[in-house]
């Protein structure tokens, strides 16, 4: 029979990633990929219960994660998991059927996302390429919205992967002021144009109109107002801190500057 590994991604993820390993059960082996500056909670206890290796990838890069991933597993078939993630048995099923029986390198899988405890009618189900020959995976790219370079022919899986997504604000906040850091480090080392105070509200009614208008968000109720309204700051934030980035004097040049004149006149 194929081998196959599944990899899963986290840190500081102790209240969340118990569930991803019991789904990841039916799988040879299990890795488990620490992430950023590493867990300071129970998580890698945790894992040590569950998982065959723990590697510790901490580095601000997604596809450098992956990659560790990779060259840590043994299997024949790699599928990545994300702490939030779920393999239902259908899905679990409909995996060890196509790593068996298929000439693909790598399969997608709709992602069923709940966000707050909801699952948004006009949000898209995305597909992922998380299912992948080892042999054929060439590397994976990009600091934050990375992608699988496959050699060889991408089929679809039937069932779906759950995502259980955004379960409070709190949680919510947390990934996007991590994540809005890295973008706007993205768009700055791109020489994105000057961000100005037109700028900003162009945006963010851009991000309105997709969300609320052609992506119908707001007939989700209370959930996609809130969704459209979060993915509105999310994109302001990003933009922001490109601002921050690109000011000159800095902030905090400016900062020690009105500190050393009042300094100064208190000396005089």
Same mark, same amino acid.
């Given at each position: 029979?194929?081998?196959l590994?599944?990899?899963?991604?986290g840190?500081? %993820?102790e +209240?969340?990633?118990v569930?991803?390993?019991?789904?990841?059960?039916?799988a040879?082996?299990?890795?488990? %990929?620490d $992430?950023?500056?590493?867990?300071?909670d129970?998580t890698l206890?945790l894992?040590r219960k569950?998982?065959h290796?723990?590697v !510790?990838?901490?580095?601000y890069n997604?596809?450098?994660w992956r990659? @560790?991933?990779?060259?840590?597993a043994?299997?024949?078939w790699?599928l990545?998991?994300?702490s @939030?993630?779920?393999?239902?048995? *259908?899905?679990?099923?409909?995996?060890?059927?196509?790593?068996n029986?298929s @000439?693909?390198?790598?399969y997608?899988?709709?992602?069923y996302e %709940?966000?707050?405890?909801?699952?948004?009618?006009?949000w898209?189900?995305?597909r992922?390429?998380?299912l992948?020959?080892k042999?054929s995976?060439k590397t &994976?790219?990009?600091?934050l919205?990375?992608?699988p370079? /496959?050699e060889? !022919?991408?089929? #679809?899986l039937r #069932?779906?992967?759950?995502?259980?997504s955004?379960?409070n604000?709190?949680?919510k906040? +947390?990934?996007?002021?991590k994540w809005?850091?890295?973008?706007?480090?993205?768009?700055?080392?791109?020489?994105?144009?000057p /961000?100005?105070? &037109?700028r900003l509200?162009r945006?963010?009614?851009t991000?309105? &109109? @997709?969300?609320a %208008? !052609?992506?119908r968000?707001?007939?989700d109720?209370?959930?996609?107002w809130?969704?459209?309204i979060?993915?509105m700051f999310?994109?302001f934030?990003?933009y922001?801190?490109?601002w921050e980035?690109q000011?000159?004097?800095?902030? *905090? #040049? $400016?900062? #020690?500057?009105i500190?050393?004149? /009042?300094?100064?006149?208190?000396k005089e």
């Amino acid at each position: 029979m194929t081998k196959l590994s599944v990899i899963i991604l986290g840190q500081n %993820v102790e +209240a969340e990633v118990v569930p991803a390993f019991i789904t990841s059960q039916f799988a040879d082996e299990i890795i488990y %990929v620490d $992430t950023f500056t590493g867990s300071t909670d129970k998580t890698l206890s945790l894992a040590r219960k569950f998982a065959h290796k723990i590697v !510790k990838s901490e580095t601000y890069n997604f596809s450098t994660w992956r990659n @560790d991933g990779a060259k840590a597993a043994t299997g024949e078939w790699l599928l990545y998991l994300d702490s @939030d993630e779920r393999i239902t048995p *259908k899905l679990a099923i409909d995996i060890k059927s196509a790593i068996n029986h298929s @000439d693909y390198a790598a399969y997608t899988i709709r992602r069923y996302e %709940v966000f707050l405890g909801k699952h948004l009618n006009h949000w898209p189900d995305p597909r992922v390429l998380r299912l992948m020959k080892k042999s054929s995976l060439k590397t &994976w790219k990009g600091r934050l919205h990375e992608q699988p370079s /496959i050699e060889g !022919k991408i089929g #679809e899986l039937r #069932e779906q992967l759950i995502h259980l997504s955004h379960k409070n604000i709190d949680e919510k906040l +947390a990934g996007t002021i991590k994540w809005s850091r890295l973008e706007a480090e993205m768009l700055f080392k791109a020489s994105h144009p000057p /961000i100005k105070g &037109w700028r900003l509200v162009r945006i963010m009614l851009t991000e309105f &109109w @997709d969300r609320a %208008v !052609k992506q119908r968000l707001l007939l989700d109720g209370t959930e996609g107002w809130i969704e459209v309204i979060y993915q509105m700051f999310s994109r302001f934030l990003t933009y922001e801190r490109l601002w921050e980035m690109q000011r000159k004097p800095t902030l *905090k #040049e $400016t900062y #020690e500057t009105i500190d050393k004149k /009042i300094c100064q006149e208190v000396k005089e």
